[in-house]
Nanobody, 119 residues
């Protein structure tokens, strides 16, 4: 099993910055993709950014140029640096990792961390 612990959410004014962290523990062998998703009230969960094992990131159009995803493989940790935050970035942010096992692909999710951006 894999456990994910998120941190770094909070309340910030528009234009401000936050940095989210997500540390994986347990059976973390063969982690492939790591990423962040978000879900606003009444909306579906959407991808924010993902990063592959080689360090290549991919971003939702809404956050390109403002958010940066990175990972530290030695620490099994993924980060999301969020700059120039907007009220529409308000959501619960979820960490996700994907990895291979003999039984196939597995996804694991964090418990979520609230990000609130005030105008």
């Amino acid at each position: 099993q894999v456990q994910l612990e998120e941190s770094g959410g909070g309340l910030v004014q528009a234009g401000g910055s936050l940095r989210l962290s997500c540390a994986a523990s347990g059976n973390t062998a063969n982690i492939n993709t790591m990423g962040w998703y978000r879900q606003a009230p009444g909306k579906q969960r959407d991808v924010v950014a993902t990063i592959d094992s080689g360090g290549s990131g991919d971003y939702a159009d809404a956050v390109k140029g403002r958010f940066t995803i990175s990972r530290d493989n030695a620490k099994n940790t993924v980060y999301l640096q969020m700059n120039s935050l907007k009220p529409e970035d308000t959501a619960v942010y979820y960490c996700n990792i994907g990895l291979y096992r003999v039984s196939g692909w597995h996804d694991y999710w964090g418990q979520g961390t609230q990000v609130t951006v005030s105008s």
